[in-house]
């Protein structure tokens, strides 16, 4: 028997009634993946406006979001679109830097709302008045209006950030953890716009190992290396490896005879100018990851010394 929809005003127009008379709904986009923002929407619908073919943007075709996007635009009374960055999701976590976000969503509408319906279970901290509501996004117009705006939003600033890292394929993956996003990572590496809070249980196991961390995501024109790390006369330049699972081989497999040469001659350029490390016996190391839920999830580190000459 085919399940009959739900009607996504009657939240909205319950609440009419009780006498709220602007209704923003707000919904986020990005808190699964392991690279790039999080997104978030915020939109307040006319009373009684039916948009046909509205939905949860997860129910709906890319195809289907991007004619529904100009459409709500058009016919919200006001919306708003906002980003948290991987810097704050670093530093807040994923979800803090999605509340934050959907504050900044709220904050950012053209008109002060009454009330805002946020989907999932938890709200922002913002002054305007709010309601968590599980599920949101396929039970309330205006929440379902916000995850279209917030999906389509983040899925564009992922194909255009595809154009800086054309290796990854976050054009077609947008970021979330897929089997050709998790080869690509054992094999070049996480890049700047990874979620990089793994490498914080990578420093954690180096540092309880006894090495002082020296730096962290090196950058030069020569190329990156993920961790540079002290031990007594040791200078261990380490690379980052992150793998679902242990049965494809060593990850020192992984680093190619072109990685090694580049993280040679970026090593090489980090030692000149620093006259403290001069004294020290460069070594190059590999530290494995093993996330079977991706850099989010638990995680296992295998560290590798002397992994190449």
Known sequence: MRKEKPDLLAIENGLHAEGYALI?????????????????????????LVIEGLDDSKKLSEKKREALFPLICEKALSFSIAFSTVEEIEELNIL???????????EGLSLQPELALIDGNRCPETDVACRALVGGDGKCASIAAASVLAKVSRDRLMRELAQQYPQYG??????????????????????????????????AQLEKEGYRIRERNFRCRLGEIDIIAQKGDILAFVEVKLRKSSSHGEAREFVTASKQQKLRMTASFFLTGRPWAQDLQPRFDVLEIYAPQGPEGPTRCEHLTDAFE
């Not at 923003?24 to 307040?44: N, W």
């Not at 803090?96 to 900044?104: E, H």
């Not at 054009?171 to 809070?197: F, N, V, W």
Request: charged residues 20%; positive net charge; proline residues 6%.
């Open 24 to 48: 923003c709904g707000v919904d986020e986009a990005g808190r699964g993946p392991l690279a790039g923002p999080v997104c978030a929407g915020a939109v307040i619908l006319p009373q009684g």
């Open 96 to 106: 803090q830097a999605a509340m934050l976000a959907m504050k900044r969503a709220i």
């Open 170 to 203: 976050f054009e077609k993956h947008k970021g979330y953890g897929t089997k050709a996003h998790m080869d690509a990572l054992r094999q070049y590496g996480p890049c700047a716009i990874h979620r990089m809070s793994f490498l914080k249980n990578v420093a």
